[in-house]
């Protein structure tokens, strides 16, 4: 089942610009995590953030999270050409062995 | 690095064959999971494995079925290939040791059925 819910479903920027990116789940998680997928590959980890962070850098990347909403954001600074791809949400759970569930995703394309 | 493979990156079948969708990871990791994928529809879990030789159903088993004999190999079986499982396959790979844990994905096979 999903839980993780993206929003836009599509967003088109010119580079240079803040690209913005929402999830929203349902239900409590030990953590939240991001995924990149470029145009018919595998998805490739990007940020992970606990359920007791706030904020997380990384380059360019900056995730908030706020469990009292169930939702966070991904913000792309500065985009570039290259990081046109499919952005999607994943939440991690308490129980070890449980899979992450992941949204449907927003589909980025940063015009040059 | 974590190098999750898979067997074909594009695979052509008729309806009715037996096909077998191989997936193999080289960082010992205890889990494995099937995934499809469809516009729209996102990535939607198929069966996963929590070590050898176990399994468990994920949200969309049916038509479906695996094999996990060693630790590096999990292979997802369509015992009749059916036109409605066309679609981008994803393995994906994790150690077991919490949910904090990263998955690592295969590059994908993109199945049609005809």
């Known amino acids: 089942s999903q839980q993780g819910e993206e929003d836009p479903q599509a967003l088109s920027i010119q580079e ?65 050409a290259a990081d046109t791809a499919s952005y999607f949400c994943a939440t991690g759970l308490f129980s070890g062995n449980t899979p992450l569930v992941f949204g449907k995703g927003t589909r980025l394309s940063v015009i040059a | 690095d974590v190098k999750v493979t898979q067997s074909s990156r594009y695979l052509v079948k008729r309806t009715g064959e037996k096909v077998f969708l191989e997936c193999v990871q080289d960082m010992d990791h205890e889990n494995m999971f099937w995934y499809r994928q469809d516009p729209g529809l996102g990535l939607r879990l198929i069966y ?29 079986i369509l015992e009749s290939a059916s036109t409605n499982q066309t679609s981008m396959y994803l393995c994906a790979s994790r150690l077991a040791s919490g949910p904090q844990e990263t998955q690592y994905f295969g590059p994908g096979t993109r199945l049609l059925v005809l």
């Open chain 1, 16 to 80: 240079g610009e803040n690209a913005t990116m929402n999830c929203s789940y349902k239900t409590s998680i030990n953590n939240l995590q991001w995924y990149r997928q470029n145009s018919g590959r595998g998805l490739v980890h990007l940020i992970l953030i606990r359920s007791n962070e706030r904020e997380k850098h990384s380059g360019r990347l900056r995730v908030t999270l706020d469990t009292s909403k169930k939702s966070s954001s991904l913000l792309i600074t500065a985009s570039r």
């Open chain 2, 48 to 76: 996963f494995s929590y070590d050898v030789k176990m399994k468990e159903k994920g949200d969309i088993p049916e038509g479906y079925s695996v094999s996990r004999e060693k630790k590096e190999r999990f292979s997802l």
